[in-house]
């Protein structure tokens, strides 16, 4: 099981990057090419939900994105540091749209088949996973 970690400061400008990493590790860990495109769009939206809710609740904090390999899995979690107070209906009250943070995690939801998405006291998670081909495993 192999483990990829960024961190980055929620600046819109580093999902792009997020999304070229994810992409690049989910190919090398055996994710069908024709699935790299959901990956890379499911990354994006996940990392720019994330830097939203960093930069509406005045948070400095990083935004982490792990990328694991597993046996028969690529699983990819996009963790925020954002607490409830920063909650998409609160947003609402500061003069934010209220619907960008629903949109956001209906794409998500349309790409990914395997998702989780989590709110703590301490921040949210979104976990994401595909399939391994198992030939290209083998390789």
């Given amino acids: 099981m192999a483990t990829v970690e960024l961190r980055f400061s929620a600046l819109p400008e580093h999902v792009r990057t997020a999304r070229l ?5 989910a190919r090398r860990a055996g994710v069908d090419e024709s699935v790299l495109d959901e990956v890379r769009l499911a990354v994006g939206e996940a990392c720019s939900r994330a830097v939203g809710l960093h930069q509406r609740g005045g948070i400095t904090g990083t935004v982490r994105v792990a990328l694991k390999d ?28 209220p619907d960008e943070d629903t949109l956001g995690l209906a794409v998500i939801t349309g790409l990914v088949e395997d998702l989780e998405v ?14 391994v081909s198992v030939d290209a495993v083998a390789v």
């Fill in 21 to 25: 990493v994810a992409a690049a590790v």
């Fill in 70 to 97: 597993e046996e028969k899995r690529f699983l990819i979690e996009v963790e925020d540091e954002a607490g409830p107070a920063t909650a998409p209906a609160d947003a609402a009250a500061e003069g934010a749209d």
């Fill in 118 to 131: 989590a709110d703590g006291a301490e921040g949210g998670v979104i976990r994401m996973s595909w399939p």
